[in-house]
Structure formats: C-alpha cells, structure tokens
C-alpha cells in the first residue's frame, strides 16, 4: 500500500503562483509514475502532469506545458507541482496519484491523494 497526502492549496490571484506538495509513504519503492490530476466543479477529472520516479521524465498536459512544472526529491518521498501564471480555468481540487505500473500514462492510476483545493479568483 502507499499513502498519498498533498498540501500547498489555497486562494490566489489570477496571474500567481502555487505550489504544490505530495507526501508519499508505504511501499514507495513499488511506484513507478507520480501524476497530478484535477477536478473542477462539473466537469470530470482531468490529467495534468506525471514524473518518472527513476529518471524524472515527465509528461504534461497542453493546457499546462510551460506554466506549470513537476518534479519530484526521491529522498524525502515527495513530488511537487509548480503552478505558475494561474488563470481561474485552473481551479479545481489537486490530486496526487501513484502508478505502480507504466511510465507517464495518463490514466490507471493505482493510489490517490484526499485532494487539495485550488482557486484563483479573476
């Protein structure tokens, strides 16, 4: 089992920045892909970002690339989200997810985070 916890969420004005956090704990040596996905209100779940844990490749979604980064500290069991020039289309709730199986996919996650709000106000 792996255990997700993200932090880092808040209010912040359009054209801000976030950071995000991902505590992972368990069996972490099993996973192979950290990802970040969202949700809006209405609308259904959406990818946005992955992160290898072995080599740190990283895949991102277009309506993200450029603005928002990925990474992860093997050491300390954490991936982070960098969330630049925010815009209101980007509030949602942020969820960590943790594949034990394939590379940078964008679905069939098998572990999951409670979530963490993030609003931008216009």
């Known amino acids: 089992q792996v255990q997700l916890a993200e932090s880092g969420g808040g209010l912040v004005q359009a054209g801000g920045s976030l950071r995000l956090s991902c505590a992972a704990a368990?069996?972490?040596?099993?996973?192979?892909?950290m990802g970040w996905f969202r949700q809006a209100t209405g609308k259904e779940r959406e990818f946005v970002a992955a992160?290898?844990?072995?080599?740190?490749?990283?895949r991102y979604a277009d309506s993200v690339k450029g603005r928002f980064t990925i990474s992860r500290d093997n050491a300390k069991n954490t991936v982070y989200l960098q969330m630049n020039s925010l815009n209101p289309e980007d509030t949602a709730v942020y969820y960590c997810?943790?594949?034990?199986?394939?590379?940078?996919?964008?679905?069939?996650?098998?572990?999951w985070g409670q979530g963490t709000q993030v609003t931008v106000s216009s």
């Open positions: 992160i290898s844990w072995n080599d740190g490749s990283t």
């Open positions: 997810a943790a594949d034990r199986w394939a590379l940078l996919r964008t679905t069939g996650y098998d572990y």
């Open positions: 368990g069996r972490t040596f099993s996973m192979n892909t």
